[in-house]
């Protein structure tokens, strides 16, 4: 019996929060602060009506998306995964709306269902934002109306507007969107690799899925790996946000170094160099990253969707 991809879903949520070491995140051996290991497990459970909705169609991914943050932000008491939840809720959506390849998650679906969202999930989708404290970055100045933390008193220009969705992802996708100042270097700034996907149609979600099903031992070390290969491949947005993109980039090279000596962030990662990733290493650099306060979490929503995909095509908690 092919599983059910809500379950597929909750367990993926899970399966992320329990790998471990994933360097700058909670894991089942490192709380950050008041953010514990049990938070997760809450958000988890409380995000599933959300999913649920996802996965029946009879509503829009926005609203479906709202309702698993609002579960989320009320069984885990905070937010733990309004990231993983925005790539899971339309790669939940593509699985039943597929067409029978590998249960409806081919990159043409989830392209397709991600082009197909309305402005009404815009505004679900800045709702969202009301029920839980999100770290972002500042919109460009000419769409400073759109800016997520109004959430709904952005309502009114994303309906002038007529921005779906998507477009909303589309802004925070380019940097070279984001206003700068003329004597500003935009080539070290980071984009929102979340938005990224969408827009994209969820490249490093699939590359990551592929790492993970391919790899050997429990999924939770499988998970471990391939954030680390997200993380050595590109820059944290969150990291970014939080800090600067230099620290991104050099969090990212930091990464890097356990995947097999020095290598550019730009260098492609295979599978073969994540599969080696040294895990020994990445829970001293875990430490090194806890106590400079370095907070990989976009690289860790990432590892939850490829996780999520993994198990559609295959993977198994079961040896």
């Keep these: ?21 994933k360097p700058g995140n909670v894991d089942r051996h490192r709380d950050l602060g008041d953010l514990r ?29 709202e309702r698993g943050v609002e579960g989320m932000a009320a069984r885990s008491g905070t937010n733990t995964q309004f990231g993983c939840l925005l790539l899971l809720v339309p790669l939940v959506r593509a699985t039943v709306a597929g067409d029978g390849f590998d249960d409806g998650l081919s990159l043409a679906v989830v392209d397709r269902v991600t082009r197909e969202t309305t402005v ?59 206003a700068i100042s003329d004597d500003s270097d935009d080539s070290d700034r980071v984009p929102d690799r979340n938005a990224q996907e969408w827009v994209e149609g969820f490249p490093r979600t699939f590359r990551a899925a592929e790492w993970i099903r391919s790899d050997e031992g429990p999924l939770t070390d499988r998970a471990a790996r391939a954030f680390l290969g997200l993380l050595a491949a590109e820059p ?33 990662i295979d599978a073969d160099a994540v599969h080696d990733a040294d895990l020994d290493a990445a829970e001293e650099l875990a430490t090194a990253f806890v106590d400079e306060g370095i907070n990989p979490g976009t690289t860790a929503d990432l590892t939850c969707a490829a996780l999520y995909v993994a198990l559609r095509r295959g993977a198994e908690v079961a040896p």
Excluded: K, Q, W
């Design 37 to 65: 290991f049990e938070a997760f497990l809450g958000g988890a459970v409380g995000a599933r009506e959300g999913l649920e909705l996802a996965a029946g169609g009879e509503v829009g991914i926005g609203d479906a998306f």
């Design 120 to 178: 009404e999930d815009a505004v679900a989708f800045y709702r969202a934002f009301e029920h839980v404290d999100v770290a972002v970055g500042d919109p460009p100045a000419d769409v400073d109306d759109l800016d997520v933390r109004r959430g709904s008193d952005a309502s009114p220009a994303l309906r002038e507007r007529g921005a779906t969705l998507r477009d909303v992802m589309a802004l925070s996708a380019d940097p070279n969107d984001t």
């Design 236 to 268: 944290d947005t969150l990291v970014a946000a939080n800090h600067d993109p230099e620290t991104a980039h050099e969090t990212s090279e930091r990464a890097a170094a356990l995947l097999g000596g020095e290598r550019s962030t730009r260098e492609p």
């Design 1 to 21: 019996m092919t599983p059910d991809p809500v379950d597929d879903a909750t367990l993926a949520l899970l399966l992320e929060v329990a790998g471990t070491p």
